[in-house]
């Protein structure tokens, strides 16, 4: 039995690093990260498991995959809540996962989350000024006056009038307007890194558009670098930079937003593509997300590829080895045996 399971761990070791970039290129790498909880009947979820990931300064990194792929769990991640069982976060230098408990508060300031629920994110009890003056009194400055000027340029940056919003409570506003206001609240510390976590996916399309050229805005203004996670890969293709596909907790794929929509090299980020809808009542539905099955349990997933049990090209090697990954292009990595494109070389 113990050697069973260490052939399995063997397999599952990770997906590789020949996507990551030199340390001293990039603002934030994570390498080999693993988060897992605890089930019922002492079984364990492995939400993420050995994920390697960069972010350069001032890039946008769009993280992309179906809902339970463990993208938000990355993010959370990220910032240490809560902390990966294993695996390392590097932020400027810093490895957030070796700090004290004072160290990483300190560090996590420049590191900031937007969430996808902009109304619960924000205590209703509490005046606008307050919620979004909050971080200013635990970390300053600690006068008033000064508090209420940030949190006026603050309001003003992300398109609200202070005069008007800065007394009311979150239940006067609309959705797209408290997802301002929290955008407003995650700058006031004047952060290097925000963290998205499918920051439009509750507002409507309209709205959706105005939050995202407004984050494009900021992210020029302020300097920012983003991680922005979503399923709606047509979302993410207009704000990133670099793209990765994440499928039951391992990385399928990453490119350059472009090169994936073009050249999707792994099945499942083509299966992705295809269910995109298509505006247009005579379009015929698309099935292929429903032939392709459902995803296996995170509690128990498939050895190997572990997108096998629903793929079209998956052979015996799938369920023995797990891919790694490689570059099969300039810029273009994937963790696949049989890629849809030809591997460069």
Not at 94 to 105: D, K, M, N
Not at 204 to 229: C, M, P, W
Not at 294 to 311: A, H, K, L, N, Q
Request: net charge negative; glycine share 6%; proline share 7%.
């Amino acid at each position: 039995t113990g050697r069973s399971s260490g052939w399995r761990d063997r397999l599952m070791a990770g997906s590789g690093k020949a996507h990551l970039r030199p340390a001293d290129e990039v603002l934030i790498q994570v390498e080999d990260l693993v988060v897992e909880f605890p089930a019922a009947k002492k079984r364990t979820v492995k939400a993420v498991s050995g994920i390697s990931l960069d972010v350069k300064a001032g890039e946008t990194l769009g993280l992309v995959g179906e809902s339970g792929c463990g993208k938000s769990t990355v993010a959370r991640s990220l910032i240490q809540l809560p902390p990966p069982k294993s695996g390392s976060v590097v932020l400027d230098g810093v490895e957030l996962t070796e700090l004290s408990e004072r160290e990483l508060r300190t560090h996590r300031t420049g590191l900031q989350m937007i969430f996808q629920d902009p109304i619960s994110s924000l205590n209703p009890r509490r005046r606008v000024a307050d919620v979004i003056a909050e971080p200013l009194r635990v970390w300053g400055p600690h006068d008033e006056n000064e508090q209420a000027e940030i949190v006026d340029r603050m309001l003003h940056a992300v398109g609200l009038d202070p005069e008007v919003a800065r007394d009311k409570r979150p239940h006067e506003f609309s959705g797209g307007q408290c997802q301002r206001i929290s955008i407003a609240r995650s700058l006031v510390l004047g952060p290097r890194v925000l963290i998205c976590d499918e920051p439009v996916s509750a507002l409507d399309v309209s709205v959706q558009a105005q939050i995202l050229n407004l984050l494009r805005d900021l992210k020029a203004e302020y300097g920012l670098t983003l991680v922005f996670i979503a399923h709606d890969l047509a979302v993410v293709k207009n704000v990133s930079d670099r793209v990765a596909v994440m499928y039951l907790g391992k990385l399928c794929e990453v490119a350059e937003p472009d090169k994936l929509f073009s050249d999707a090299a792994h099945p499942y980020t083509a299966l992705l593509l295809e269910s995109i809808p298509e505006p247009d009542p005579a379009v015929a539905i698309d099935v292929s997300m429903d032939q392709a099955g459902e995803i296996p349990s995170s509690i128990d997933p498939p050895s190997g590829c572990r997108f096998r049990t629903r793929c079209t090209q998956a052979s015996e090697r799938c369920a023995d080895e797990e891919p790694q990954m490689r570059e099969v292009s300039a810029g273009h990595y994937v963790a696949c045996h049989h890629p849809l494109v030809a591997v460069a070389g």
